[in-house]
């Protein structure tokens, strides 16, 4: 069947990297896929390599010209399914589908989603118009009934899969990266990976850590974007040698090698697909209680504090990082947790049956 996903942008981060193994997967399985673009460019653009881009560009606001050239788009493209992922792409890109005569319309919702003002109305009566409403996780379901509210015959929850086999501890890769980021090779290492914004709250991740930081025990941030200042100013003058901000980087296996313990500081989440690729790599987790992250780390993988408490993350940070018989321990479990929940396949899976409507 052909199968358009529809993004926001194909900018790096956890959505786009889940949208671009979801559509490799399918592809292979014999499936026509493209992915259409409500921005133009994207870093990640590059890596869609024989799965055809478009772009519909979106200037934000209530524009009709975004439906009525998205419905042309989805004429002439002729899709079996149109699958939409987070607010914009649903309150565009679903109705329009509907207008083209497009069979099936499944929405995913990848996290809590603010909608501007006057915009939660849009969504609520996009939501109308698909066939499914997948979110990616039990405590994400429960944000979609209170805010697009679909039909209860709609909703499907389908946990996020990832590329197992892309992500597994490899330690020469690991020191590989240590070396070249001047870290020793016998300190412990405290890593995270996503994009900077507000919502991933690294100035809570600084301001924990910072006390516990040493020349023998390091924070490494990986990613770019908008709160990069925000993290800079964050890091006290005695730590600044010991945090080190890589920028955005496109072997995060690799990197996830030279980390010892996986941190996420959100203030809120969906299901972010970097925790299932920590645990892959044989990593403990340390993340906030918020999203979908209780449902997916659980005690004997990882550790959760409420966002905010600066002091409880500094304490489960402290305690993983002094003990290195602990993280062995919940490292090894974070693996077998892992492979047998987040595998890519059972995700295509899911969506397969979405796509042809056995549910």
């Not at 066939?131 to 039909?151: G, I, L, N, Q």
């Not at 300190?187 to 690294?202: C, N, P």
Request: hydrophobic letters at 45%; glycine letters at 8%.
């Amino acid at each position: 069947m052909r199968i358009v996903h529809v993004v926001l942008s194909l900018d790096v981060g956890g959505q786009e990297r889940l949208i671009l193994s979801l559509s490799r997967e399918l592809a292979l399985r014999g499936h026509d896929v493209r992915v259409l673009s409500l921005t133009p460019g994207g870093a990640l653009r590059p890596q869609f390599t024989g799965i055809p881009t478009f772009d519909v560009p979106h200037q934000g606001g209530a524009k009709p010209a975004t439906w009525a050239k998205l419905a042309r788009a989805f004429i002439g493209l002729a899709p079996d399914v149109v699958h939409t992922h987070n607010a914009a792409p649903l309150i565009y890109a679903a109705p329009a589908a509907r207008v083209a005569a497009v069979g099936r319309v499944v929405h995913t919702k990848h996290g809590s989603n603010t909608y501007p003002k006057g915009a939660l109305w849009l969504a609520r009566a996009a939501t109308r118009t698909v066939t499914a409403f997948v979110p990616v996780s039990e405590e994400t379901a429960v944000t979609a009934r209170r805010d697009e509210r679909p039909a209860a015959s709609k909703l499907h929850v389908v946990p996020n899969g990832i590329p197992l086999a892309q992500f597994a501890r490899d330690a020469d890769a690991g020191q590989s990266v240590r070396a070249a980021l001047g870290i020793p090779a016998d300190a412990v290492v405290i890593g995270t990976v996503g994009r900077l914004v507000s919502e991933k709250d690294y100035p809570l991740l600084v301001h924990a850590a910072a006390p516990l930081l040493s020349a023998k025990l390091r924070l490494v941030i990986v990613g770019d974007g908008p709160t990069r200042g925000d993290i800079e100013a964050a890091i006290p003058k005695d730590a600044a040698p010991f945090v080190t901000l890589t920028g955005l980087r496109g072997d995060v296996p690799r990197v996830m090698s030279a980390f010892d313990v996986f941190c996420l500081s959100s203030r809120t989440e969906g299901l972010p697909l970097v925790v299932p690729e920590a645990m892959a790599c044989g990593l403990p987790v340390v993340a906030t209680r918020v999203g979908g992250l209780p449902g997916i780390v659980p005690a004997e993988v990882g550790r959760l504090v409420d966002h905010g408490d600066a002091e409880a993350l500094r304490a489960e940070l402290a305690a993983l990082a002094s003990d290195a018989t602990l993280r062995a321990r919940l490292g090894a479990a974070a693996r077998i947790h892992a492979q047998s929940r987040f595998s890519l396949a059972r995700m295509a899976d899911d969506y397969e049956r979405l796509y042809e409507g056995l549910f």
